[in-house]
């Protein structure tokens, strides 16, 4: 299920919290809504409002940072792009087919992470199932350094790309972690008794109704904010392609 359709959800069952409880305000008998049954839901209230805080921040922070360690992963495999293609002309013009190895994976990891048709996924298990990085260690194994400098450069350049698909893997993992469905019932169930509470304590008015809406939307947005940054490679908050156009650029210098 999408990241818009889990808000549209969340906001659906918020505000539904929201509009119930002035309902069941007005159904309730006087005894019902005086200073000390009023007290117990203010408390209660007040607990669910401190738990469902709690835990949006920390799911907040924790999607900021899988976001963010998407990003430095990328920063750092472009660095390396970068690296072992200065160590490769180094090396010399034997290597001058491995460089155009390495500038076509670019080119194709680019397109299948951030298509130029907008209306394409980001296709990842095609990235999973590429073998392109392999193709270049082994040419890469193949070269015959007849010096001291090239046998260097050579095993310079195979330490680069060991870490380049190592990186490659350890992103490809980070794509797996996925907010657990019961943990997002139980934060949903929260937020909507929450609004509830708050809906049987208010004045049943239009103002009111239409402030618990705009609040309902708010939660459902940071509920489509995490989901959107768990998931830094899909969806429409991604991470930027900038560090492997920048890499791109600077191939073949």
């Not at 019902?32 to 839901?41: K, R, T, W």
């Not at 680019?110 to 298509?115: A, Q, R, T």
């Not at 993992?173 to 304590?201: K, N, R």
Request: net charge positive; with cysteine; charged share 15%.
């Amino acid at each position: 299920m999408s990241s818009i359709a889990i808000a549209a959800i969340a906001f659906a069952c918020i505000s539904g919290g929201a509009l119930l409880g002035p309902y069941v305000r007005s159904h309730l008998p006087d005894h019902h809504l005086n200073g000390s049954a009023l007290e117990i839901v203010k408390m209660g209230a007040g607990l669910i409002a401190t738990l469902a805080a709690l835990v949006l921040g920390l799911l907040v922070s924790s999607a900021k940072g899988t976001l963010d360690a998407m990003n430095a992963g990328l920063t750092q495999e472009g660095a390396k792009i970068i690296m072992l293609d200065r160590v490769l002309a180094s090396y010399g013009p034997e290597t001058k087919e491995v460089r155009e190895e390495v500038r076509k994976d670019v080119v194709n990891a680019i397109d299948m992470i951030w298509p130029k048709d907008r209306k394409r996924q980001a296709n990842l298990k095609a990235i999973e199932a590429t073998s392109s990085i392999e193709r270049i260690q082994d040419r890469l194994r193949g070269l015959s350094p007849h010096s001291d400098a090239q046998r260097q450069l050579q095993s310079q350049a195979l330490q680069l790309a060991a870490d380049m698909a190592q990186t490659r893997w350890i992103l490809i993992e980070q794509t797996q972690q996925a907010l657990p469905p019961v943990f997002l019932v139980v934060l949903l169930f929260w937020l909507t008794v929450l609004f509830a509470c708050v809906g049987l304590l208010a004045p049943g008015n239009a103002t009111i109704i239409a402030v618990l809406l705009v609040c309902a939307l708010s939660v459902s947005g940071a509920v489509f904010l995490i989901l959107e940054m768990s998931t830094p490679l899909t969806g429409i908050i991604k991470v930027s392609s900038a560090p492997l156009l920048k890499a791109l650029a600077n191939l073949g210098r």
